[in-house]
């Protein structure tokens, strides 16, 4: 579904991702692990469209969308829920569930998707006159998976979902995740839980100074000597 070849990406002189290749099929989870400044998020907003990448492809069902604007490539069925969520504050929950629904993919949708979030997430329904700056951690991550599936993705990309939020509530969130894989969105999830990301994931890559210095099932990567030393101090 989505094919990554020899990414290279820079902030200036700073280069933050160096030739990285990955795949990504249709109803995997796929999970990106590494330290902080490794280029995971750099290889997310590569993909999302939000920086140009220097050299290398991005294909989504083998059409290169590298360097094509971000409305483009939400439109073409990739969605994004950002780190820090990024709900909008000062609008309701119901005018940010709208925001999402103005790609011309769903427009013709907005009822049907509107009931299909609601029931997914029944907080929202109570919450829906409420300005989203008021809600709980765990609720606005809620709304932002939400507001994204508004927009009907085929593969979401997760930054960071659970970010800030208590134990029980990166459950219910990573509950989520696991819920909608098994609908049919495929995943790609960058998480600084590695274990719980690795054994949510069907395949992983272990991301290094921005490269890919390994790679398997999530399975695979949890055994390995190099990840539980590096990343579940074991």
């Not at 709208?98 to 998707?113: D, F, I, S, V």
């Given at each position: 579904?989505?094919?990554?070849?020899?990414?290279?990406?820079?902030?200036?002189?700073?280069?933050?991702?160096?030739?990285?290749?990955?795949?990504?099929?249709?109803?995997?989870?796929?999970?990106?692990?590494?330290?902080?400044?490794?280029?995971?998020?750099?290889?997310?907003?590569?993909?999302a469209g939000?920086?140009?990448?220097?050299?290398?492809?991005?294909?989504?069902?083998?059409?290169?969308?590298?360097?094509?604007?971000?409305?483009?490539?939400?439109?073409l069925g990739?969605?994004?829920?950002?780190?820090?969520?990024?709900?909008?504050?000062?609008?309701?929950?119901?005018?940010?569930?709208?925001?999402?629904?103005?790609?011309?993919?769903?427009?013709?949708?907005?009822?049907?998707?509107?009931?299909?979030?609601?029931?997914?997430?029944?907080?929202?329904?109570?919450?829906?006159?409420?300005?989203?700056?008021?809600?709980?951690?765990?609720?606005?991550?809620?709304?932002?998976?939400?507001?994204?599936?508004?927009?009907?993705?085929?593969?979401?990309?997760?930054?960071?979902?659970?970010?800030?939020?208590?134990?029980?509530?990166?459950?219910?969130?990573?509950?989520?995740?696991?819920?909608?894989?098994?609908?049919?969105?495929?995943?790609?999830?960058?998480?600084?839980?590695?274990?719980?990301?690795?054994?949510?994931?069907?395949?992983?890559?272990?991301?290094?100074?921005?490269?890919?210095?390994?790679?398997?099932?999530?399975?695979?990567?949890?055994?390995?000597?190099?990840?539980?030393?590096?990343?579940?101090?074991?």
């Amino acid at each position: 579904m989505l094919a990554i070849e020899n990414l290279d990406v820079f902030y200036g002189d700073a280069q933050a991702l160096d030739g990285v290749s990955l795949t990504v099929g249709q109803g995997e989870i796929v999970a990106i692990v590494g330290a902080n400044g490794a280029g995971k998020t750099s290889l997310i907003r590569a993909i999302a469209g939000m920086v140009r990448p220097a050299a290398g492809r991005v294909l989504l069902h083998g059409s290169d969308i590298a360097g094509l604007p971000t409305h483009r490539i939400c439109d073409l069925g990739i969605g994004q829920v950002a780190e820090g969520r990024q709900v909008f504050p000062t609008m309701t929950v119901l005018e940010n569930l709208e925001m999402g629904a103005l790609l011309p993919r769903a427009r013709g949708h907005q009822a049907k998707n509107l009931e299909r979030v609601l029931a997914m997430f029944p907080i929202l329904v109570e919450r829906s006159g409420q300005a989203a700056g008021t809600l709980s951690g765990g609720e606005q991550q809620m709304l932002a998976i939400a507001r994204c599936l508004m927009g009907e993705p085929e593969l979401v990309m997760f930054d960071e979902p659970s970010l800030g939020l208590s134990p029980a509530v990166t459950q219910a969130v990573l509950q989520t995740i696991r819920d909608l894989n098994r609908d049919g969105l495929t995943c790609v999830l960058v998480e600084q839980n590695v274990a719980v990301s690795l054994r949510l994931a069907s395949k992983a890559y272990v991301l290094e100074n921005g490269r890919v210095t390994l790679s398997g099932t999530g399975g695979e990567l949890l055994a390995d000597d190099r990840v539980r030393k590096a990343y579940l101090g074991m």
